[in-house]
């Protein structure tokens, strides 16, 4: 399979286990804001290998930059932003954050 191929089987894959995680507690909208998120982590480490050395500050600081990334996803989903409104996105989840965890 080519990079396209197991990129969206991948993303059939982590949709589906989201969705028996948080079912209908969640919009799929929601869901699939979350799959599409975990997919990218995913392919950067698919990706950042065949592009680029290894270097451990490199490593360590997008696990941090992805941290901060949730922790603003958080923030703004406690502050009540919704889609299109302070945090939230375009067609994004209620409550403003794209992201579960």
Do not use: H, W
Request: charged share 20%; net charge negative; glycine share 14%.
């Amino acid at each position: 399979k080519n990079v396209l191929e197991a990129g969206d089987d991948l993303f059939q894959e982590i949709y589906k286990n989201l969705q028996e995680a948080y079912g209908a507690a969640m919009d799929e909208t929601f869901l699939k804001a979350n799959a599409e998120f975990f997919l990218n982590i995913a392919l950067m480490g698919y990706i950042f290998p065949s592009i680029c050395a290894y270097d451990d500050n490199f490593k360590n600081q997008m696990f941090d930059l992805i941290e901060k990334k949730l922790e603003q996803s958080q923030k703004r989903r406690q502050q009540g932003g919704g889609p299109g409104g302070p945090g939230g996105a375009p067609g994004g989840a209620p409550g403003g954050s794209n992201i579960i965890v």
